[in-house]
């Protein structure tokens, strides 16, 4: 019974957490639409003075929001990846005839937090036909820029899309120079990059090349 409300927890719980993405996402692209201030772009014109063109105390408060929300997002991710853990560990305690948690031999769950990276696990109810497939993720970067017929662009990146794997790199230190050193170290080859957008994890395949732009990308990352 202890096993059924945790579960049920867990879920209610990932629906609220995607709930939260759906408003992140949506206030990130409201922010990030052609002319717009950006994420975290100046509000004041080359003169010092407040922008025309943008309603600044909306994008204050939209920028605070957004910022409320990232806070929650990682708090509430926090909490599935524990109750996960504790559902694992219940079943790995119990007889094989009774276990019911599979694993993907290629996943692991750990704690989420700023080096939390995409994890997968499958919970199978014995009681239930019905498998639930649940997948943490914690993005680490987030596309603030992107330039017209870049490589970015025309391979499927949008703006506001947040980077959740970029070949190799996951969340950790020194990303920005990293991210860079992956795409040096594969121009010309196609490099698998896990994405959320919308709340729904995509995979992609961006292949770094030189064009008449700046960069191998042509697109920027902001470190979440």
Known sequence: MVGANLKSETMKLMDKRSAMEAEMNAIIEQLCQPGGPGLSGNLVDSEGFP????????????????????????EITEKIDVNIQVL??????????DSGVETNQNASVANAGASASLQNLVLRDSSSANDVDMISSMPFAMVDEIADASPA??????????????GNVKAGDSLLQRLASEAQANQGHPVPVIIMRQGALLNLSLTPRTWQGRGLLGCHFRIM
Do not use: W, Y
């Open 88 to 97: 694992h560990s219940a079943k790995l305690t119990s007889t094989p005839k």
């Open 153 to 166: 662009a025309e391979d499927g990146l949008q703006l506001g899309d947040q980077i959740v794997k970029f």
């Open 51 to 74: 922008r025309a063109d943008i309603d600044i105390p909306v994008v204050r408060a939209q920028r605070h929001r957004l910022a409320e929300l990232k806070n929650d997002h990682q």
